[in-house]
């Protein structure tokens, strides 16, 4: 498991005295209210930095980073992430699972056949979608994160197992 999480990802400079725009990658985008410290990945290394917020618009979140006093040096910071480690993660309930935590598992239905290996989990809305790819088979799998699909979820054992039944029901099948 990755130690450090993404929470948060900034997207452009806003203004003339440093602010950032950020979109939240997380389900509590309150998390960024008042200051909080967060990190930087770089070359594997991470460095950490005090984020204070500014203001919500929209889905938009807007902070200040120490040091980061004007346009010119936020505008270095387009693209990257804000992260948190462990301890500072959201705390989840039973049976509930970080993205990064599922993105590599291997997909089973019950009887023990595959569906390759999970390579994103998208978020249309309603539920979330994972997509499932079996390069042997050329095959993408798109499987909808429903209970009556999903039997189990095991991050450790790197295992997703679905109900071969419901899974013909709903799941889109792509040749890639």
Known sequence: MKE???????VKPQGIKGEVKLIPLTDDPMRFE????????ENGAYTPVV?????????????????????NAAEKLRGRYLLVDRAHAAKLDDGEYFIVDL????????????????????????????????K??????????????????DPEKGEMV????????????NDI
């Open 4 to 10: 450090y999480i993404e929470v948060g990802q900034i």
């Open 34 to 41: 008042g200051e909080n410290t967060f990190y930087f990945e």
């Open 51 to 71: 984020a204070r917020f500014s203001r919500f618009d929209g889905q938009a979140v807007y902070l200040f980073i120490d040091g980061v006093n004007d346009r």
């Open 103 to 134: 993105i590599g598992i291997k997909g089973f239905d019950e009887t023990g056949k595959g569906y390759g290996i999970l390579k994103e989990v998208m978020q249309p809305g309603g539920n979330d979608v994972y997509v499932f790819v079996d």
């Open 136 to 153: 042997a088979a050329r095959k993408e799998y798109l499987i909808p994160a429903l209970k009556s699909v999903v039997i189990s979820t």
């Open 162 to 173: 679905f109900d071969s039944k419901r899974l013909s029901e709903v799941s889109v099948i």
